[in-house]
C-alpha cells in the first residue's frame, strides 16, 4: 500500500477532508495532530457542557484513534491562556504557548516519527512542515506541501502597502515574523508538490516554482439548505448585509465600512468576528452596526440563512471557505478576487466579483442589490445550485487523485 502519514496543528475545515481522503480510501498511515478528543469518551457526559462541546470541536469522528497521534500539551496551555486573558503566555512569537512554537513542536515531533518508520508520502502544511520534510528526504519519503494563503513575501510585502495607504486601520495588521519566512521558504524549497486551493495562491508564488509542481484543489462547500430561506418571505425592508472574518484591514474592513456608510440608508448592517489591535474608525463602527465578537460555526450558518448579501472585500486570503458558506445560505456574495472567488463564482451570476480597495464597486453592488430585489432572487438560487457543484466530495475525489500520482513509483509516472 502506498501510505500518506498527515499532520495538522489544529485540524481545520481543509486538513478534516485531506484526512477523510486518505482514510477512506486506504491510504493513511497516520494523522499527527495537537489534541483529538474521543466523542465516543464518556467524560462527555461527566464535563461541563460548555467544556465537553469545546473538546468536540477537535473530535475526529468516523477515523479510529488508533490512526491518531497527538501531542496535547502546548496546545491546551494555549486554548487556556487565551481563555484566562493571558496575552504574554501565547500573543508573541517567542511567547512560551505561541501558536509558532506549537508549529514547530509539532514539526520536529512528526520528524521523529518519520525517520522511525518511513511512509510514502507526508502531506504537511505551511509553517508546520521543516523538519519533517528533512526526515523525509532522508528516508526517500515524498513531500507534499499544502499552501492554504498567499506566498508570505508577497503577504508582507502587500501588508506594508497597506498600512501606508490606511494608517488608521495599520493597527489591525498583522505581519510574517522573518524566522517564520525563513522556515517557509526552506519548506517550500524541499517539497515535492505544492498544493494550493485557488489560483490566486498560485498566482503568488516565485517564479522559481515549476508549474507542474503545483496542483490547483478548491475547498468545498457544506451541505446546501433545502427549501427557501425564511429572509424571503419578507417584503419591503431593508437589504441585510452581513460581513463574517476577523475584523482587520487584511479583510478590506476600511473600504467595507465606507461602502456601508454610502448606503446606509438602505441596508443593515452585521459584523460577526472578533477584533484586535487598536483602531478607532474601528470602535466607532462596531458602536454604529450590529456586532457579534464570536458564534460557533451552527450560528454563522443560520446567521447567513437570515441575512440577504455577504460583503467581504478581502484584500489578501487563499480560499476563503465563508464565500462557499454563505452561497450554501442562498447569500448572494460580493467579494474581490484575492479570495479565491474566481476558481467558483461567476461574476454578475451566482455573486460579483469587485476589485480590491474599490469602495465605490462595493456600494454600487449593494445599492444595485438593494433596489433590485428580483436580481437579488436569482443571484441566491444561482448561489445555491453552484454551492451545490462545489462539494467537500468533489475536493477529496481529486485530491486522491492528485496525490496518487505524487505516490506512483519514478518509473510509472511522468509526474515524478
Known sequence: MRMVLLSH????????????????????????TTVAWNSQSAWNELLPSSVSKELNRRAYPGIPMRLIHTAPFREACRLLSMKLGIAALYEKHDSPFSISRIYAHLDEWVAKAVSARPPTAVYAYASAALETFRAARKNGVKTIYELPTA???????????????????????????????????????????????????????????????????PYGAPAVITGSPSRRSEENRKLRVLYVGALTQRKGLSYLLEAIHKVETEVEFTMIGSRSGTCKPLDAALQRYHWTPTAPHSAILEAMSQNDVLAFPTLLEGFALVV??????????????????????????????????????????????????ELLKSISESALRRARECTW??????????VNQVLQPAKESSHA
Open 393 to 402: 466530495q468533489s475536493y477529496r475525489e481529486l485530491l486522491a487523485s492528485t
Open 324 to 373: 462557499l458558506e454563505a452561497m450554501s445560505r442562498g447569500m448572494a456574495v460580493i467579494t474581490t478576487p484575492s479570495s479565491g472567488a474566481l476558481d467558483v463564482i461567476t461574476n454578475g451570476k451566482d455573486g460579483f466579483i469587485v476589485p480590491i480597495r474599490s469602495s465605490d464597486a462595493l456600494a454600487e453592488k449593494l445599492d444595485l442589490l438593494a433596489n433590485d430585489r
Open 9 to 32: 496543528v489544529t485540524g481545520n475545515a481543509n486538513s478534516r477532508q485531506a484526512l477523510l481522503t486518505f482514510y477512506e480510501r486506504n491510504m493513511l498511515e497516520a494523522f499527527y
Open 151 to 217: 506566498y508570505w513575501h508577497f503577504f508582507n510585502q502587500f501588508l506594508r502597502e497597506e498600512a501606508e495607504l490606511q494608517p488608521d486601520f495599520a493597527g489591525t495588521l498583522h505581519f510574517n515574523e522573518p524566522s517564520m519566512l525563513r522556515r517557509q521558504d526552506e519548506e517550500l524549497d524541499l517539497a515535492d508538490r505544492v498544493i494550493v486551493p485557488s489560483v490566486y495562491v498560485q498566482s503568488t508564488l516565485p517564479a522559481k516554482i515549476p508549474g507542474k509542481m503545483v496542483h490547483v484543489i
